[in-house]
């Protein structure tokens, strides 16, 4: 079965910066997404991750690796409007390549 | 230019009622999908379609039906709707399924409420 863990909520400083966790376990793991989502908005792609190592994207990084099951998604100087839900998906090949979600990480970022 | 768009945004409907979300994508993508989202945020698929066939269909009651007349559009029809229907349905769409890096965009949603 697939089965993906992340942290239910967070809070953190404005300029700070913050790392969402994520673990997952899945049979036929083929790609991890981090997704955000603002409150009565759709999820808005962040990153992919497929190799192991760090991808960056401006503000925003994400690192995976596979032998461990983990991935982290690493946001630098917040600002306030990244207060919102951050959604680990993890895509698996034994189950059609379907994307199986996370409950996804509330994070607030306080002045 | 919304790329995944789906209509209505907001429903509120009787048990019992037979209602349809309407889901287009103007992106040129394959695949199409619905997702569920409860109240504990959890987003579960409930349907894929790619070139309008079926490829993934998950435990869902049959009260659900998804219909795909073109690539383009993925209609979600329920029947007899129950109070456990209550929820924000996504529409999504992605280039394809298995090529790496798909990357799987989203409508803004549909707030359904049974009452």
């Known amino acids: 079965g697939q089965n993906i863990d992340q942290p239910t909520e967070m809070t953190a400083t404005e300029g700070a910066i913050v790392q969402i966790n994520c673990t997952y376990q899945t049979s036929g793991f083929n790609g991890l997404f981090w997704y955000q989502q603002h409150a009565g908005e759709a999820p808005t792609f962040l990153s992919y991750n497929v190799l192991d190592g760090l991808e960056e994207k401006g503000r925003f990084s994400s690192f995976l690796s596979r032998s461990k099951g983990y991935s982290y998604l690493l946001l630098k100087e917040l600002q306030m409007k990244d207060s919102a839900s951050y959604l680990c998906?993890?895509?698996?090949?034994?189950?059609?390549?379907?994307?199986?979600f996370g409950s996804g990480t509330r994070l607030l970022v306080r002045p | 230019d919304t790329a995944v768009s789906q209509t209505p945004k907001y429903l509120v409907t009787q048990m019992g009622n037979d209602k349809s979300i309407k889901c287009e994508q103007n992106l040129g993508h394959d695949t199409m999908y619905w997702y569920k989202q409860d109240s504990k945020k959890f987003l579960k698929i409930m349907f894929s379609?790619?070139?309008?066939?079926?490829?993934i269909n998950e435990t869902v009651p049959n009260r659900f039906s998804p219909k795909s007349p073109d690539k383009a559009h993925l209609n979600l029809h329920i029947n007899s709707l129950e109070l456990g229907d209550s929820a924000v349905y996504f529409c999504?769409?992605?280039?394809?399924?298995?090529?790496?890096?798909?990357?799987?965009?989203f409508g803004e949603g549909s707030w359904l409420t049974v009452v």
């Open positions: 999504a769409s992605s280039k394809g399924t298995a090529t790496s890096g798909n990357t799987i965009y």
């Open positions: 379609y790619n070139n309008k066939e079926l490829i």
């Open positions: 998906a993890v895509r698996d090949r034994d189950s059609s390549y379907k994307l199986i």
